[in-house]
């Protein structure tokens, strides 16, 4: 963890924003502006870009990918720039945790995937690197994008150890068993031998 040398209620106040933020949910706005329906009917009932992306739109899934990331990096940006860096990690937290149970939709949100890329890239690039090319690595092997997500978010406080980041370590860890407890349901598919592949209809 960085050390806390910002002020309590500032500190409250980046994790409200960051928290809000991160509670838009970005997929059931892009599918009412491109009229694709109520996102939280369509296939899995997610709110997130793998979703959109089964209505058969790519840019709208497209742009769902990009905005909830954004939710994580801007949140991460602004904090560090108008507050520090204990601020930063705090606020990729909450972005995450926004996203993950958004106040809009009743605390029923995503599995917060692109959100938890976003804010490891703005946080230190080289750890969101790293995670981004570990999903993409094991997507191509086992072509099972729940599967890549749970990989990727398990090794991410490794990177952080491995690249230098150890500040970011007690941080990953707690967004990695986040990703892990949203994904209960695809674990178990996953056990079962039931969990879709990429591209299968």
């Not at 094991?138 to 729940?146: D, K």
Request: charged share 10%; glycine share 12%.
């Amino acid at each position: 963890m960085p050390e806390l040398t910002s002020a309590p209620l500032m500190l409250a106040l980046v994790a409200l924003a960051a928290y809000l933020l991160g509670s838009i949910p970005f997929g059931i706005v892009m599918a009412k502006l491109f009229g694709l329906g109520d996102l939280r009917a369509i296939g899995s009932g997610n709110i997130g870009a793998t979703n959109v992306l089964r209505t058969g739109n790519k840019l709208a899934a497209f742009l769902t990918l990009i905005l909830d990331a954004g939710k994580g990096g801007i949140a991460v940006l602004a904090a560090r720039a108008l507050v520090g860096e204990d601020a930063a990690q705090l606020a990729g937290f909450t972005a995450f945790l926004g996203h993950c149970f958004p106040i809009f939709l009743g605390f029923k949100g995503g599995k917060g995937v692109a959100t938890w890329l976003g804010t490891l890239l703005a946080l230190f690039w080289p750890l969101g690197l790293a995670a981004c090319t570990t999903w993409l690595a094991a997507a191509a092997l086992m072509r099972i994008s729940s599967l890549a997500a749970l990989l990727a978010a398990v090794l991410s406080p490794l990177w952080a150890y491995m690249l230098g980041a150890p500040s970011l370590l007690v941080l990953a860890v707690a967004l990695a068993a986040l990703i892990l407890y949203r994904h209960k349901a695809n674990i178990s598919r996953i056990l079962a031998g039931d969990e879709p592949r990429i591209g299968k209809k």
